[in-house]
């Protein structure tokens, strides 16, 4: 009895954490990507405890027994937790490159895993003691990788230091007195030019949000992007130069210097977009995703929200589901992984939208002006609006055909419009300067001719009119130079 | 047929799961890391929990570098 004690509970931790080697797999190595914090350990440890504890009873019940339904049982219970692993072990291949490309074949998957199960049945149902003896082998085997994922989860304790949230009182650092108008940016990522405006440089009729704020405001039609790709075009927009090359390591992120070394990427500096602010006499505020951006803007921000792109804990929130829903976030997307990973993925990107609209949402301060930027995470994949709201489609990361993409294009549309219905309301709509843009275009095709042609409409505050400005202009230059100009020296004698 | 069982079953499975991988279509894949080694060292120890001749093998190469070192 004792040994049979020890085995279940050996196994059913063992099964637990099997499953969430993917998550150990990304800790070892991308834990700047997770923004982990020591809260994400722990309910990572709640979840293992709490898997395994039914694993440990199911394997109790099952490990003796011979009967097909005890080899069935088991098999079921170990069928997720191997998947998880084979996922996490795939990742690290050094052919993993070939393995992408033979999986691209989408109905290979299927017909492969269709064909397994009926093997696997075949042989439950015709050697039901080999089969048996097999399994059990097999989940003593790998048993022991729980070892590696309990160490790795352990030592990422160590390495938790991300800051998520900021929330201190303004720091009054104007260098010169300034009368400044609120600027708020609205960064969405992956938002392509060519699905915003047709052939003839007017915003599509479809996006009636965008068309209303464009009428009185100054299109820049050929604003060049500072990267094709979030990780090297937002770090340029922080800093307000462009930035050569970004590279992750654990410490945080690294830029390519002059001579090629990697040098520390500071974001906070007075030259930057948020030290300008600082020193303008503007309160700062930044939310976004996947860049950490309240560890990178630190000394410079007054209020920061930062999500991960993968990790699905949102801080603050204690969830012991949170940790299995980012093992399956980092599960490989094809079948039959993606029927569990799509559903968390596509419920991860609307939390990070609504956490992110919310902060938009914060009231506008005028006094002292506030700059706050926020970085949505759509329309970027996953794709799971529409025009009318949240509806996830089977695949969201489907990317074979751009309709998906342009229906998140429509709800971005929405989303503007209820923000600047919103602004309208509270009667901060024509006092600030708004601006709309995107880090980089669509990168898979469809309308998309320039992945490097990003749409930036800004509104000025009081302006009435629309503008088309056609000069070459870079994106992060620009975004300083509208906030700068959102300022003015007073007159002399007090006059405004 | 009962090797051939056998031995079919856990290929196919490592097979459909190599095979199967493809790109999330994001900045980065999180874990294309290194855990590699650590896990196939553990893989080794439960693979001695297994098979005796493994065990024995595990437990003369520790001798030997035991030896080694005195």
């Known amino acids: 009895m004792t040994r049979r004690l020890v085995i279940s509970a050996w196994l059913g931790h063992g099964l637990a954490a099997l499953f969430f080697y993917p998550l150990a797999v990304a800790l070892s190595t991308d834990i700047y990507y997770l923004q982990w914090q020591t809260a994400d350990a722990i309910e990572t440890a709640a979840a293992l405890a709490l898997l ?45 490159r070939t393995l992408i490309a033979a ?11 269709a064909g397994i199960a009926l093997a696997a049945v075949l042989a439950l149902v015709i050697r039901p003691a080999a089969f048996g003896r097999v399994l059990r082998r097999l989940l003593v085997v790998v048993s022991p990788v729980s070892l590696v994922v309990l160490t ?31 600027v708020v940016a609205l960064l969405f990522d992956e938002l392509s030019f060519h699905y915003v ?104 921000v007054d209020v920061c929200r930062s999500r991960s792109f993968y990790n699905v804990s949102a801080a603050g929130e204690f969830s012991a589901v949170d940790p299995i829903r980012t093992t399956l976030v980092l ?65 969201p990361l489907r990317t074979t055909s751009d309709e998906e993409y342009a229906r998140q294009v429509r709800y971005v549309d929405r989303l503007i419009g209820e ?12 006092e600030a300067t708004i601006v709309v843009l995107a880090d980089h275009g669509y990168r898979f095709g469809g309308r998309e ?13 009081g302006q009435r009119q629309r503008a088309e400005v056609r000069a070459e202009r870079q994106g992060e230059t620009l975004l300083k130079d509208i906030l700068e100009g959102a300022c003015r020296v007073p007159e002399p004698g007090g006059a405004r | 047929m009962y090797i051939r069982v056998h031995v079919l079953i856990p290929v196919l499975v490592v097979v459909l799961f190599l095979i199967g991988e493809r790109a999330a279509f994001a900045y980065v ?42």
């Open chain 1, 419 to 430: 923000l600047l219905s919103e602004w309208r309301r509270a009667g901060v709509y024509d």
């Open chain 1, 331 to 395: 599960w490989p997307r094809q079948s039959p992984f993606g029927l569990l990973k799509h559903p968390a993925f596509a419920r991860h990107q609307r939390g990070m939208v609504e956490d992110l609209t919310a902060f938009a949402r914060r009231p506008i301060r005028k006094q002292p002006p506030v700059f706050r930027l926020v970085h949505f995470s759509i329309p970027h994949l996953p794709f799971v609006y529409d025009g009318d709201g949240y509806d996830p489609p089977v695949d």
């Open chain 1, 197 to 300: 405006y047709d052939r003839d440089d007017q915003i599509r009729p479809e996006l009636k949000a965008l068309s209303q704020f464009g009428s009185d405001a100054t299109h820049y039609l050929s604003v060049s992007a500072p990267g094709r790709e979030t990780l090297d075009a937002l770090p340029s927009f922080l800093a307000g130069r462009r930035v050569r090359e970004i590279e992750v390591r654990d410490e945080g992120l690294m830029e390519r210097g002059p001579e090629s070394e990697l040098l520390s990427f500071d974001a906070s500096r007075p030259d930057g977009l948020f030290g300008t602010a600082r020193a303008l006499g503007f309160t700062t505020e930044v939310g976004g995703y996947y860049l950490a951006y309240c560890d990178l803007l630190d000394p410079v």
């Open chain 1, 52 to 96: 395994a504890s039914p694993c440990a009873a199911v394997v109790f019940w099952a490990w003796p027994r011979s009967s097909r339904a005890a080899h069935g049982t088991l098999a079921l219970l170990s069928a997720v937790p191997l998947a998880s692993f084979a996922a996490g072990v795939s990742r690290q291949l050094p052919f993993q």
């Open chain 2, 29 to 70: 894949d999180p874990g294309t890391g290194s855990l590699l080694y650590q896990t196939a060292l553990t893989m080794v120890l439960g693979l001695g929990l297994v098979f005796r001749r493994v065990r024995v093998s595990i437990a003369e190469f520790v001798k030997r570098l035991a030896s080694r070192k005195r």
């Open chain 1, 449 to 461: 001719r320039d992945p490097l042609q990003i749409p930036f409409i800004v509104k000025r505050a």
């Open chain 1, 152 to 182: 790795t989860l352990a030592l990422s304790v160590a390495r938790t230091d991300a800051a998520v949230r900021i929330d201190r009182e303004p720091v009054a650092a104007g260098m010169t007195p300034r009368i400044c108008a609120p």
């Open chain 1, 103 to 113: 999986g691209e074949t989408g109905a290979l998957g299927l017909v492969l895993s």
